[in-house]
């Protein structure tokens, strides 16, 4: 099995990741949709978008997305953008408040399995912001990049008196991005079990979906009413 979390070779530059920060700060922080997963304050930004505006943090598989206004102001942001050669779909700015907590869930078909990376760049963080994937704690820094298998089971605790704030990028699995996770000791050929949800695990990952209705989730939806 591959790791549930790993740190990729590459960091970046904390003064520039903040100094970008701040120009995103007169702009929207909308609230999360799935109110369920999370107690206290969870926003999000976005540089890139399905509709293409700021306010729209939503992030499904396989919709076309476009960049936002807020990305043109943002070039170092866009250079990170660029190091990762591959298709990029959603690209955000997660911000989670002081003494807030994003509850233990999942997010379906997010492993690199899945031919899809979801990749975390904090920017604004402290030693009491407690990131777990699958019950093990992810010692994220400022200005590392780090991938983690969303599908496992995750949550995050900030129980300091500042916001932690990352940059988030979903990335498609490629040729390039193979031959990367190779060099961190992925085995690209390996294909997880189907994971097998209780009645009860998968009435409540159907309530989640259904809160914004999507192509994207009336499959996930129609799979799991079929298994």
């Known amino acids: 099995m591959n790791p549930s979390s790993s740190k990729l070779p590459v960091s970046f530059s904390i003064d520039k990741l903040q100094k970008e920060l ?11 949709f799935n109110t369920g997963r999370y107690e206290g304050n969870w926003t999000s930004v976005s540089l890139r978008s399905q ?106 605790e900030n129980k300091s008196s500042e916001p932690r704030i990352h940059l988030t990028l979903d990335c498609i699995r490629n040729d390039w991005s193979d031959k990367l996770f190779t060099e961190m000791g992925f085995d690209i050929n390996f294909s997880p079990e189907k994971v097998q949800y209780s009645d009860e695990e998968k009435q409540k990952i159907i309530a989640e979906l259904s809160i914004n209705p999507s192509e994207a989730a009336a499959k996930i939806i129609a799979d799991l009413l079929a298994e």
Not at 22 to 32: K, V
Request: with cysteine.
């Open 51 to 156: 509709s293409g505006l700021i306010n729209d943090i939503t992030a499904f598989p396989n919709k076309g997305y476009k960049n936002t206004e807020l990305l043109d102001r943002c070039q170092y942001f866009k250079e990170i953008m660029d190091w990762f050669q591959c298709e990029k779909e959603a690209v955000r700015l997660l911000r989670l408040g002081p003494d807030s907590e994003i509850k233990e869930h999942v997010d379906n078909d997010t492993s690199y399995e899945d031919g899809f990376f979801r990749i975390h760049i904090p920017i604004i963080t402290n030693s009491e912001v407690y990131f777990y994937v699958d019950k093990k704690q992810v010692p994220m820094k400022m200005g590392e990049c780090w991938y983690a298998n969303f599908q496992l089971q995750h949550s995050v």
């Open 22 to 32: 701040a120009l995103c700060e007169n702009d929207l922080w909308t609230p999360h």
